[in-house]
Nanobody
Framework: QVQLVESGGGLVQPGGSLRLSCAAS????????MGWYRQGPGNQRALVAD???????NYADSVKGRFTISRDNAKNTVYLQMNSLKPEDTAVYYC???????????????WGQGTQVTVSS
């Protein structure tokens, strides 16, 4: 129904930057919230940042001041600019979108396949 395609992960040195992108496509009537979650080795998936359609943002304390989430509503795309990366940011990053697929249905969660971010020297 709804596909989320992520890009932009990779290997970066500590202190470096990466930009993740996630484009939503398919049966989309409206998107309420888009966001990024991450899951490191041995950890549960946790919120990194999210953004509403009105561009209200929310960040995990561990990334405040270093990461910036933004959204292009016309393209159904969300971005995560990650600066000053640390080894503890190493994780698989998952895109999330809360989507209404038609007028009569409620909002549902959809997930991307995940993209690996590795911060290492």
């Amino acid at each position: 129904q709804v596909q989320l395609v992520e890009s932009g992960g990779g290997l970066v040195q500590p202190g470096g930057s990466l930009r993740l992108s996630c484009a939503a496509s398919g049966r989309i009537f409206s998107i309420r919230t888009m966001g990024w979650y991450r899951q490191g080795p041995g950890n549960q998936r946790a919120l990194v940042a999210d953004i509403t359609s009105g561009t209200v943002t929310n960040y995990a304390d561990s990334v405040k001041g270093r990461f910036t989430i933004s959204r292009d509503n016309a393209k159904n795309t969300v971005y995560l600019q990650m600066n000053s990366l640390k080894p503890e940011d190493t994780a698989v990053y998952y895109c999330n979108a809360v989507v209404k697929t038609n007028y009569f249905r409620d909002y549902s969660d959809f997930w991307g396949q995940g993209t690996q971010v590795t911060v290492s020297s």
